[in-house]
Structure formats: structure tokens, C-alpha cells
């Protein structure tokens, strides 16, 4: 199983990125895509997911309605639109897949494999 993210990078306050994760090895459409942030210092925290199948999506109450995840089936690829960014995104964002579509994903523990991460910071 491989996850290689992608476009992470160094945005002023209020900018947007767009992380990309490339998923194989995995039937995708039986999965459940995720996104998990760690900070200096902390640990990490499941920041958004969705199952595949259905489309359905969780996010984490500090990202709602700032940041959006999908999917393009044809490339098994998922995206993070991450719009109106402050210092507190600063982070490590990883990919993380779990084989399974029961639901989406809520914590980091959950998932069974991760992608190798990319650097996001916010700059005030």
C-alpha cells in the first residue's frame, strides 16, 4: 500500500492549498481516505475523512466549513481544499487509508496505513 501526498507548503493567513494524496495498492473504492495533522509538540489528530463509496465525510469542529475533502475515483486519488488557512493549521498533514467503508474516520488510531506527510505553515 502506498499513499504519497502532495502541495503542501507556506501560505499566508487567509490563503488556501490544496493536499493531494495518491492512493494504491488498496481496492479504493472499499476504503476510507483520511487526513491527520500533527503540530510541534502534539500529538496527532484526525483533521478530516471520507468512505469512498458513499461520499460520506467528517471533519473536525476546528476545519468545518473552512476546509473539504473528495475524491476522483478515476485517478484514486483524494483532495484536501483547505481555504481561509491561520497559523494554528501549521502542521504535518499525513494521508492516512483503512481498508474498510463503515464510516468515516474520526481518530488517528483508526487508520492502518500512512503516507509519508507534508509540511503545511501558516505564516500570520
Known amino acids: 500500500v502506498q499513499l504519497v501526498e502532495s502541495g503542501g507548503g507556506l501560505v499566508q493567513a487567509g490563503g488556501s492549498l490544496r493536499l493531494s494524496c495518491a492512493v494504491s495498492?488498496?481496492?479504493?473504492?472499499?476504503?476510507?481516505i483520511g487526513w491527520v495533522r500533527q503540530a510541534p509538540g502534539k500529538e496527532r489528530k484526525g483533521v478530516s475523512s471520507?468512505?469512498?463509496?458513499?461520499?460520506?465525510?467528517y471533519y473536525t469542529d476546528s476545519v468545518s466549513g473552512r476546509f473539504t475533502i473528495y475524491s476522483d475515483n478515476a485517478k484514486n486519488t483524494v483532495y484536501l481544499q483547505m481555504n481561509s488557512l491561520k497559523p494554528e493549521d501549521t502542521a504535518v498533514y499525513y494521508c492516512?487509508?483503512?481498508?474498510?467503508?463503515?464510516?468515516?474516520?474520526?481518530?488517528?488510531?483508526?487508520?492502518?496505513?500512512w503516507g509519508q506527510g507534508t509540511q503545511v505553515t501558516v505564516s500570520s
Open positions: 492516512a487509508a483503512v481498508p474498510v467503508a463503515w464510516g468515516p474516520v474520526v481518530e488517528a488510531y483508526e487508520y492502518d496505513y
Open positions: 471520507i468512505v469512498i463509496s458513499d461520499g460520506s465525510t
Open positions: 495498492g488498496l481496492t479504493f473504492e472499499d476504503s476510507t
